[in-house]
């Protein structure tokens, strides 16, 4: 019996020869498995993947002997429409030592995640030589939910996967680049898609506990319910740091998921709740460390951080059938999501005097929306072309979002208030068509609209600000595919996207902070990229890729929700390469392996230099893995980031390191395992990220040196971690 994995690591029956699917899966491909008895070659169609799904009634086939496929996220050949998409597997995701839960995005090949302020913010993320801030052109989804935020108090693109339980995860569906008629909004650099679980293979609890007050509990299961499947799971955490103010982190999450068939071929009903309170220590200047004014781990002023919260609904459909003479494939899905933030934040010390610089930004919001496509399979007569229409609805209904001077997290001055209601609408069609074995395209064009209406609440100078605003574009995107040529595909990849701006910048004529006219930005702005790659397996069980990209920004404005402004930045231009390794060693050995370089630059020098700051140059990761089902189990991971330029120049830069984590895990029965998480494994003493700007502490104040209100310039860091241990148990039924 032929057995292929699917994302949840179970082996499901994959029968090729139904007659009511034959028609589908008449385009054929050659791929060689990492594993195959007595060396067979594995046949593969386009469409295995909706095979294996599809609950087909047992046939009589041809025994070929068991063949276990490992679903990698290079296992693309014959499959993928460029070099730089994938698919992440839980089997990848299960040894991986995780600090954050948004670590989960650190699989796609190049993409680094960090944080600058408390651990309840959402983090920072970087990508393709983009400082993508908090999301601002990678765009997320989960459960068909969209995570980045518009229009957002503390800036476009907020993007907060804190809810993210990694153990639920089933797989990570990436791509990078502009190229994917589905990808819309906040996407110039990709997107990651991430799913839950609908069936658990065990029920279980986690409980973790370690160093600075760190504990987590998880309890998860899932049972069958009337011909259904329920899974329930309900997490708790806590953790201090190492900082000197504790960081006091208190993380409640649930999940709720009622499900039928499989994602291909069935429904689910999910609901959310997570809730999050913390006590923040922002990056401070480094001059305060270096002069012992406080401690490598310490903060300039008391009572930053903040609470959030985020309850959810969601629903998805998807089926098959006919229509017109050809098998088709239908999705739906709906949400709504309830979201809140109140964030406390002091990046500049004490510049405005003793009180300190201490403001609040607040967002409450109700998003809904959802998003339908189907897919016609052509048949013989048309080259077996796929055919793709789809549209997709997103409503932002922000009853109040703010900026507020605040004094110890109590309000003094409202800077800004305002009112927003942002749609957003798309329609979408790709055209599919594998002209012959060895050559196909995909056509594809996206039209967005963006329509929003600002109406100002509060603000001595922002009365005049407000209005509507509106953006529409469209953007045509191609692909060409030449292979297999034996274990080896080339592809090249064109295409328009864009990433909206806040919708207030889009109204401004006065800045709210002193009255001053400012001049108003477009709400949509163009992006522009390319790129070439080729993947092959070099050796069986190898699987690599090689990509050469550029991107074009028509703007880098940016949404300065510490001012309530929007920056403008002016027009850029990157480029880069990237290779992506993925090995299974044999016997339990897995390992992948990343390096990605990049350039940016702004086409316009900016501040007398032309260096986009915080775009990270290079950054490389070797992550190794074992687990052969046996007692032993555990995985390390060294993570790379190169040295990147603080401002224009590129005088000031950031320092360079590795770091390491490890997981060790050992099984004393079925029922019962332990693990030892190590982060930071060999102590390095290096900064999470780097800024360079103003700021002032408090000796500073005392001295008269913080003169003309703009603070002294310098380095501003936010120190890694130090070497943190965590032991974990779970107990499985």
């Not at 050992?666 to 190590?678: G, P």
């Amino acid at each position: 019996m032929l057995t292929e994995r699917d994302s949840q690591g179970t082996g499901l029956p994959a029968y090729c020869c139904a007659p009511e699917i034959g028609r589908i899966a008449k385009r054929e491909y050659f791929m060689k498995p990492h594993h195959t008895a007595g060396g067979a070659r594995l046949r593969i169609t386009r469409w295995s993947w909706l095979l294996a799904a599809l609950p087909l009634p047992a046939l009589a086939v041809e025994t070929l002997g068991e063949v276990t496929v490992q679903a990698s996220k290079q296992a693309q050949i014959g499959i993928a429409d460029s070099a730089s998409e994938g698919t992440v597997t839980t089997t990848q995701l299960a040894n991986r030592p995780l600090l954050r839960p948004a670590e989960v995005l650190e699989t796609v090949p190049g993409l680094i995640v960090t944080q600058h302020s408390g651990d309840g913010k959402a983090n920072q993320y970087f990508l393709r030589g983009f400082n993508l801030d908090h999301g601002s052109d990678f765009t997320t989804t989960v459960l068909g939910m969209p995570v980045n935020m518009v229009s957002h108090a503390h800036g476009q693109g907020y993007m907060d996967l804190n809810f993210l339980i990694p153990e639920l995860v089933s797989g990570i569906q990436y791509r990078k680049g502009v190229y994917a008629v589905e990808d819309g909004d906040f996407s110039a650099t990709g997107s990651a898609r991430i799913d839950y679980q609908r069936a658990l293979p065990v029920s279980f609890v986690d409980l973790g506990a370690g160093q600075n007050g760190y504990r987590r509990a998880l309890g998860a299961a899932s049972t069958p319910l009337g011909g259904l499947t329920f899974l329930g799971a309900v997490e708790a955490s806590s953790n201090n740091g190492p900082w000197e103010q504790p960081e006091h982190l208190g993380r409640t999450n649930a999940v709720l998921r009622l499900s039928s068939g499989t994602a291909n071929n069935g429904f689910s009903l999910s609901a959310l709740a997570y809730e999050a309170r913390w006590t923040a220590t922002e990056h401070v200047p480094e001059r305060a460390i270096a002069s012992g004014e406080i401690g490598r781990y310490g903060a300039l002023s008391p009572r930053d951080g903040g609470r959030t919260h985020r309850y959810s609904l969601s629903g998805d459909w998807a089926t098959t059938g006919s229509q017109f003479g050809a098998e088709t494939a239908t999705k739906a899905s709906v949400y709504v999501i309830d979201y809140g933030l109140n964030l406390f934040s002091s990046p500049s010390g004490f510049i405005n005097g003793p009180q300190g610089d201490q403001h609040e930004q607040a967002d409450r919001r109700t998003v809904w929306g959802g998003q339908a496509s189907r897919s016609w399979f052509l048949g013989p007569r048309l080259f077996d072309s796929e055919l793709i229409l789809g549209g997709q609805l997103r409503r932002d209904d922000i009853g109040s979002v703010g900026l507020y001077d605040t004094v110890l997290r109590q309000r003094t001055n409202t800077v800004r208030e305002d009112r927003i209601r942002q749609t957003a609408t798309a329609l979408y069609s790709a055209l599919k068509t594998p002209w012959l074995p060895w050559l196909r395209t995909s056509l594809g064009i996206r039209y967005d609209r963006i329509q929003a209406e600002v109406t100002p609440l509060g603000g001595a100078f922002n009365m005049d600000n407000g209005g509507t605003a509106s953006g529409s574009q469209t953007s045509p995107k191609l692909g060409l595919v030449l292979g297999p040529f034996g274990n080896t595909e080339f592809y090249a990849n064109w295409g328009r996207g864009f990433h909206s701006n806040d919708a207030r910048g889009a109204t401004a004529r006065t800045n709210p902070k002193d009255g001053m006219p400012v001049e108003a930005v477009p709400l949509m702005v163009r992006t522009r990229g390319s790129e070439a790659g080729v993947r092959t397996s070099l050796l069986p069980g190898w699987q690599s890729s090689l990509t050469l990209w550029q991107m074009e920004l028509d703007s880098e404005l940016v949404f300065i929700g510490d001012e309530g402004v929007t920056e403008p930045k002016g027009a850029s231009r990157r480029h880069g390469l990237e290779w992506s390794n993925d090995v299974a060693l044999g016997k339990g050995f897995h390992l992948d392996a990343d390096l990605a370089l990049s350039r940016a630059r702004f086409k316009t020098p900016v501040n007398g230099g032309d260096r986009v700051p915080n775009a990270i140059p290079r950054t490389a990761s070797l992550a190794v893995s074992y687990d052969e089902g046996g007692r032993w189990f555990g995985g390390l991971r060294l993570r790379y980031l190169g040295a990147y330029a603080l401002e224009e120049t590129g005088q000031e830069k950031s320092t360079p390191f590795w770091m390491a984590n490890l997981k060790l895990g050992y099984r004393l029965d079925r029922q019962l395992q332990f693990s030892l998480d190590v982060l930071n494994l060999f102590g390095r003493k290096a900064n999470d990220i780097e800024y360079w700007g103003g700021a002032c502490t408090r000796n500073e104040l005392n001295a008269g040196a913080c003169g003309g209100g703009n603070g002294i310039d310098g380095r501003l860091l936010h120190p890694l971690e130090p070497r943190t241990v965590r032991l974990g148990m779970r107990i499985s039924f």
